[in-house]
Structure formats: structure tokens, C-alpha cells
């Protein structure tokens, strides 16, 4: 997969360095592009913000610096989609991600649909967002979504597309050596995973549940899954349909 961010920090991504996306880009499986957005300004000072148009508070990112480096990004090669704001759309056409808290939630099964793209753009954007001309400029030539990490409000999109990455690019195929690991996890099912155990039986006065050390699997899978849903009810309610529906699922 090829990744590309325009940023105005791209030393906030050398993180991209380590670890098992680190070792992805390596091996190839991750082809990672970090944009600086001031190299594409005109002015001594490297400006990319400006006061917003009808007044208010804080700075808007300026448009040009924004279509100078995604026209870059964009090759005139890349095709024209016909559904431009769509998940199912083609995967050989880029997708653009602007990370911003007036998106559409990331999820678990967002991040599985991304994985399967070829060229995913994420455009980081800092004090009170990017001129909105950008988005629909951008429109006209790729798929565009504005992509939120939850209700709240961070400084920037970095921390959002950091996230992001590290969702999507552990779906990659081969990026996680086990896949299996990638199976029984939160929100894989629709669940939150269950409680994990490891050596000493006993550690502190703390035991592990005897059900754990019994061997019989099928006895394992059903208590884990009871764990699943008891935990999701507690915590996460609203992440099961209903009531009844939660007790249907059951094994
Ligand atoms: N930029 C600022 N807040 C954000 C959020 N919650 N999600 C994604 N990008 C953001």
C-alpha cells in the first residue's frame, strides 16, 4: 500500500520508523510518502494559514499550499472515480483522508475496508481546519472523506492519522506475522476481547480462572465468549444490538 501525509510536522511521522510498521515499510508491504505543506508556499515566511472570511476566532489553512501538494501527490495519471465519497469505490483510485472532528467515526470495520486500498492520502490539518474549497477541489479528481478518531477535539490531524495508520496497517496483509492474533480481539466480532492469562498460575494472591488450565477447549471458547459479553455490557452496551439479541449470539 502506498501512504502519503501533507503536514505541516512531518518529523511528527519518523515514528513511522519502528516497530512492525517500521519493519512493513522494510520489507515493502508499506511505501510511505511524508509531504512538508510549507514546501509549498511562495512566501518568505512560509505562511499557510489566514484569517477566515466572515469573521471569528483562530486561522484557516490557505488553499493553495493545499492544491500545489495534492496536484503532486495526485499524478495526472491517476483516474477520475465515479463515486467519489464512497467505501466500495475503486481501491486503484487514491483515497484522500482529511482527519477532522466534524468526520464520520473511525471504526474497527473502517480500518478493515482501508486496508484493502492502494493509495490512501492523509492530509493533516491544524488550527480551525483547511479551506473548504480544498475538500472540494480535491473531490472533483479523487475520493475525499473526512474521517473523525471520536468526540473530542485534538489540536490536529496528526495524532488522528498516526492512529489511523497503525489501525489500518496492521490489517495489511503479512504486516502482523500471526494473523490468528488479528482474529480474537476487540471489536473484531463486535465484542470487546476477553481477558488474557499468562505464567504463574498464581501471582500476588491472584489466580487464574481454573476454567484456563482445565484443557478442555470447547469449555475455554464458551467462558471467553461469556467474558466478551459481559465485559461489552458492562462497558460498551452500546456496541450490542439488544439485549436479546446478544443473548442469541451466545454459543
Ligand atoms: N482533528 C481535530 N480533532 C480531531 C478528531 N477528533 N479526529 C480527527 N481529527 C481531528
Request: net charge negative; aromatic share 6%.
Amino acid at each position: 500500500m502506498r501512504i502519503d501525509i501533507v503536514t505541516i510536522f512531518p518529523e511528527f511521522f519518523d515514528v513511522l520508523d519502528i516497530s512492525l510498521l517500521g519493519k512493513a515499510r522494510q520489507t515493502g508491504l508499506i511505501d510511505l510518502g511524508v509531504h512538508n505543506l510549507r514546501d509549498y508556499t511562495h512566501d518568505r515566511h512560509r505562511t499557510v494559514d489566514d484569517t477566515p472570511y466572515g469573521g471569528g476566532a483562530g486561522m484557516v489553512m490557505k488553499p493553495e499550499p493545499w492544491g500545489e501538494a495534492l496536484d503532486g501527490i495526485l499524478r495526472p495519471g491517476d483516474d477520475t472515480p465515479d463515486e467519489r465519497t464512497t467505501d466500495h469505490a475503486d481501491a486503484h483510485t487514491p483515497l484522500v483522508i482529511f482527519p477532522s472532528p466534524a468526520g464520520e467515526v473511525f471504526t474497527q470495520a473502517m480500518a478493515r475496508r482501508l486496508a484493502t486500498e492502494q493509495h490512501l492520502i492523509f492530509g493533516c490539518g491544524r488550527y480551525e481546519g483547511i479551506d473548504q474549497r480544498v475538500f472540494d477541489d480535491t473531490a472533483a479528481r479523487a475520493r475525499v472523506r473526512l474521517v473523525s478518531l471520536g468526540d473530542y477535539v485534538l489540536n490536529g490531524g496528526e495524532v488522528a492519522v498516526m492512529a489511523m495508520i497503525e489501525a489500518i496497517g496492521r490489517l495489511i496483509p503479512g504486516v502482523v506475522g500471526n494473523p490468528e492474533s488479528l482474529v480474537q480481539e476487540s471489536h473484531e466480532d463486535g465484542l470487546l476481547e476477553y481477558p488474557s492469562y499468562t505464567k504463574p498460575a498464581e501471582w500476588r494472591g491472584h489466580e487464574v480462572p481454573p476454567v484456563l488450565l482445565s484443557g478442555n477447549h470447547g469449555v475455554i471458547a464458551a467462558w471467553r465468549h461469556e467474558q466478551q459479553l459481559e465485559r461489552t455490557r458492562r462497558v460498551r452496551p452500546d456496541l450490542l444490538p439488544s439485549e436479546g439479541a446478544s443473548e442469541d449470539s451466545a454459543p
